[in-house]
């Protein structure tokens, strides 16, 4: 198939491009411009949008297998596809946990069988993700797995943290870690603060994440291990990142869209679509993650696409999960805050869902040069539109961000030459 996108305002972030131009597919691949007659070939008319490689999120809860109530690999990855994204990072805390190479190959496949987007499955550092042994990171690696962390619970033995790491080091994958001493957590549900406080419900304090951020930075430095942090929320940890990063620790983190535009002064009454975990925090945290991304000291958006059934998230603050959805309204959540502001150009903005993910994997960086798999997002960036959960192709509809009113969004998804989404 032939197909030919015209009239768009082409980024190329590992190239580094940004202008008029057109982008050329056949069999599933960019060709360059002239590589087959035009006359015939498929047209898209992007003019007025920009063209460029297709998103990477790093943090997704797919939730197959295990709670397909709340999602599915083909649901998880049409609405990746519908939010602009041709891969995503699968979360291990399914049932079972994904610590067996077959769920890991089985997870694979399946996504390529839906055909949306691509899925890296991460795996399980420790067995069932309990924490006390190192899972086979040998075995889930040559499986396919693309990166290994917990997520959801923190390794908090150090000693098997180390023997994480090392292994992961030989193997040359990133361990990614959700950074949260349990001991300190205990059972709160939001940042621990005066709004906490003046709601009545138990905090979770900022210093859970820094422990244990400073702590997997220590470990970085004697393992070699290249550490990630998901979903870095407080401007402590933040600071740790930055100066071991400035020291030449291999060490990168991630922002969520939620914790980029949301505090815990939002959280007006214990509504649960604002409960996540780690929690929004402080209005100074917010300012400082955003900083962080706008300067590149933070290298990575990524979601954290956590879906959960209407039944689940209506138990109330206190025992609703945790986890809010991220899909379907990454690139207007963060388009806005961040380009639309005029605090980065379009093409910075672009390295944070593209190349930044893809150097955190080891992954090609994504680009519209001649010869790679033909992965574009053709996103309308002049518009308007109002969040309405009951349209996500995702299974679940938990989000604080309904009835938001954004001004960018994906106009079409191209996934190895073929049209996708929205
Ligand atoms: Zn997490």
Redo the contacts with the bound molecule.
Sequence with gaps: MHLIVTGGRVLDPAAGTDGPGEVWIADGRIVPAGSFPRDGAETIDASGRLVAPALVDLHVHLREPGNDAAETIASGTRAAAAGGFQAVVAMPNTTPPLDDPALVRFQIETARAAGFADVVPSACLTRGRKGDEVADLDALAAAGAGVFTD??STVMDDAVMREAMRRAAAIGLAVMD?AQDHDAERRGVMHEGGRSRALGLPGIPAGAETRIVERDIRLARETGCRLHI??ISGRDALEAVRRAAAEGVPVTAEVTPHHLVLCDDDIREPDPSYKM?PPLRSAADRRALEDAIVDGSITCLAT?HAPHTAEAKARGFLHAPFGILGLETAVGVTWDRLVRSGRMTPLEWLRRWTTGPAAVLRRPPPSLAPGVPANVAILDVDTEWTVDPSAFFSRSRNTPFAGWTLHARPAVTIHNGRVVGP
């Design positions: 997520d959801g959700h998901q979903h975990n954290d």
